[in-house]
């Protein structure tokens, strides 16, 4: 993978609705060549998905609850529980991670009855799970998989753009 290919990635990670020659425009590219980087960056798993970015509220689904959770058990219940959790359209991520608990989930729900059931089901009633804590989302202040995959400028946190930009210019 190259700088170029990096550019188009942090161009399109952002907007997958973006035209191939809006794209060429910017790394100095055909669009054809473009859509042949895109389609190798596919093949090759650099981009692994192509989803929709749906909005809960709108859907009826507005509470976003952030589970920390320490497992009980052997390793292979471990296991049980990564499969449990990746059946359960509620839960939008699971990590298993290092520290004083072992997963951290992101879980959606319709209400907090209904996310009350989810934690009674598979948090409470279950055997894989020592216990847990429940951290209601107030405020979605960023949310997005975006990775930084630009070199030099383009991955600058915004801050710095705006702070390098010429006076009277848009960063």
């Known amino acids: ?8 990635l942090a161009l399109y990670q952002n ?10 425009a910017e790394v100095g590219l055909s669009a054809a060549a473009v859509q042949r980087r ?11 998905a192509e989803v929709a970015l749906l909005d809960g509220k709108a ?13 009980a058990g052997a390793p292979s219940q471990l296991d049980r529980f990564k499969r449990q959790m990746r059946g359960q359209p509620q839960v939008q991520q699971c990590y298993h991670v290092t ?11 319709t209400s907090m009855e209904a996310y009350g059931e989810f934690a009674r089901t598979w948090f409470e009633a279950g055997q894989n799970v020592a216990r847990y ?5 107030l405020d979605r202040v960023k949310v997005g998989l975006s990775l930084p995959v630009a070199d030099g400028a383009a991955s600058l ?12 210019s848009r960063a």
């Open 15 to 24: 907007d997958t609705r973006r035209i191939a020659q809006s794209i060429g």
């Open 133 to 137: 804590e429940t951290h209601v989302v």
């Open 59 to 71: 859907l009826g689904v507005p509470i976003t609850c952030v589970v920390t959770l320490s497992a």
């Open 99 to 109: 520290g004083s608990t072992d997963f951290i989930l992101v879980v959606t729900a």
């Open 1 to 8: 993978m190259d700088r170029i290919d990096r550019k188009i």
């Open 157 to 168: 946190p915004s801050r710095a753009k705006a702070a390098r930009a010429p006076a009277g």
């Open 38 to 48: 895109l389609k190798r960056l596919r093949r090759t798993g650099a981009i692994a």
